[in-house]
Nanobody, 123 residues
């Protein structure tokens, strides 16, 4: 059993910042690739950012490149998503995924998803 838990969502004004955290625990041996996805109402879930096992490789979707930063604390098996210069179009439920494959983009594990955290950016 693997448990993935996100935190850090909330409501922020346009131009503001938020930091999301995601911790994977359970039957995970060592660090694993992890990624952040988001899903807005009426839209499909899409990849926002991914990070490799050692953190040396990162990937960002074009819509967040230059504004969001993904990082990890290997000792805690925790991944962070620092979101700056937020825009109303960033409003979505953000999901963390653990144990997928990092190939440049991040391919999610079919099962290991968190419950999601809401991010709302007001204009």
């Amino acid at each position: 059993q693997v448990r993935v838990v996100e935190s850090g969502g909330g409501v922020v004004q346009s131009g503001g910042s938020l930091r999301l955290s995601c911790t994977a625990s359970g039957r995970i041996i060592g660090n694993v690739p992890m990624g952040w996805f988001r899903q807005a109402p009426g839209k499909e879930r899409s990849l926002v950012a991914g990070i490799s096992v050692n953190g040396g490789g990162t990937y960002y979707s074009d819509s967040v490149k230059g504004r969001f930063t993904i990082s990890r604390d290997s000792a805690k098996n925790t991944v962070y998503l620092q979101m700056n210069s937020l825009r109303p179009e960033d409003t979505a439920v953000y999901f963390c995924n653990a144990g997928g494959r990092f190939t440049g983009p991040y391919i999610p594990h079919r099962t290991y998803w968190g419950q999601g955290t809401q991010v709302t950016v007001s204009s």
